[in-house]
Antibody
């Protein structure tokens, strides 16, 4: 049974960096049959897919255009976790952030983290 | 920028059938978009119902089905039950490694 446990601060100041971690159990971050995604949800924007990392002989990354200049997804193989960094945040980045496992890049997000509410405010 | 469209809200009577749709702002949805559907109740993470257009996720009742109807992906719930009252989100692959969620449909069972 795969479990995704998220951690990270719930409050970030404007212009600073949002950092969240998703600890994976029951699977490997470097699995050749999974992709590790970050998704956020706010009342104004609904669910928004932000990006993913996946390992197929090498690490590959995809990011949505709206945050591409500010986002980094970082796999941590020794600790079997995947992290999200979002730079230069504004109040519009306030949302519940989820990590989710995708089966073989099919859009089948079969396991999700519990979600982390991140508020951007001074 | 690609926009994925869903009905903002829908209602169905208990025992009834409802079809929710998922379209593209430009063009038709096909199996190449790998449509998936997620059910979400307040305070919970989304739960996968359907993936690759019409494959049910493990443990999902067969009254949930996915298809392509015309130029959209569709989620049909047959024999709606009270606990089907949820938000339903579709997800489409739009190419170049990018996925886009629809705005979600709030389904009321009454």
């Amino acid at each position: 049974q795969v479990q995704l446990q998220q951690s990270g601060p719930g409050l970030v100041k404007p212009s600073q960096t949002l950092s969240l971690t998703c600890a994976i159990s029951g699977d490997s971050v470097s699995s050749n049959s999974a992709a590790w995604n970050w998704i956020r949800q706010s009342p104004s924007r609904g669910l928004e897919w932000l990006g993913r990392a996946y390992y197929r002989s090498k690490w590959n990354y995809d990011y949505v255009a709206s945050v591409r200049s500010r986002i980094t997804i970082i796999p941590d193989t020794p600790n079997n976790q995947i992290s999200l960094q979002l730079n230069s945040v504004t109040p519009e980045d306030t949302a519940v952030y989820y990590c989710a496992k995708d089966v073989a890049g099919t859009g089948y997000f079969d396991y999700w983290g519990q979600g982390t509410l991140v508020t951007v405010s001074s | 920028q690609t926009v994925v469209t869903q009905e903002p809200s829908f209602s169905v009577s208990p025992g009834g059938t409802v079809t929710l749709t998922c379209g593209l702002s430009s063009g038709s949805v096909s199996t190449s978009h790998y449509a998936s559907w997620y059910q979400q109740t307040p305070g919970q993470a989304p739960r996968a119902l359907i993936y690759k257009t019409n494959t049910r996720s493990s443990g999902v009742p067969d009254r949930f089905s996915g298809s392509i109807l015309g130029n959209k992906a569709a989620l049909t719930i047959t024999g709606a039950q009270a606990d089907d009252e949820s938000d339903y989100h579709c997800l489409l692959y739009v190419g170049s490694g990018i996925w886009v969620f629809g705005g979600g449909t709030k389904l009321t069972v009454l």
